[in-house]
């Protein structure tokens, strides 16, 4: 009977539940990061990507107008 007079609360369930939320931690500091640093990767507007067109001359500034009153509405 060596060693088996004690018993973890826990066993299995503990070590399982302790790796999600270490995970979990790492994720929302991940997160947290991203959105300090400004926007979190793929969430441009729409407005934004008109924008972007725009400055790479993409469309014409007539266009740009247009589609800019569009995404206003």
Same mark, same amino acid.
């Given at each position: 009977m060596m060693g088996f007079g004690y018993y973890q609360p826990f066993g299995a369930l503990g070590m399982i539940l302790s790796w999600v939320v270490i995970i979990a931690v790492i994720a929302l %500091? !991940? #997160?947290? !990061? =991203? #959105? =300090? /640093?400004?926007?979190?990767?793929?969430? /441009?507007? =729409? *407005?934004? %990507? *008109? +924008? &972007? #067109?725009? =400055? +790479?001359? &993409? %469309?014409? +500034?007539? &266009?740009?107008? &247009?589609?800019?009153k569009d995404l206003e509405k």
């Open positions: %500091i !991940v #997160r947290w !990061v =991203a #959105r =300090a /640093n400004g926007k979190l990767p793929g969430t /441009n507007t =729409a *407005l934004d %990507i *008109l +924008k &972007e #067109r725009y =400055a +790479k001359g &993409e %469309i014409g +500034k007539h &266009e740009f107008e &247009e589609k800019k």
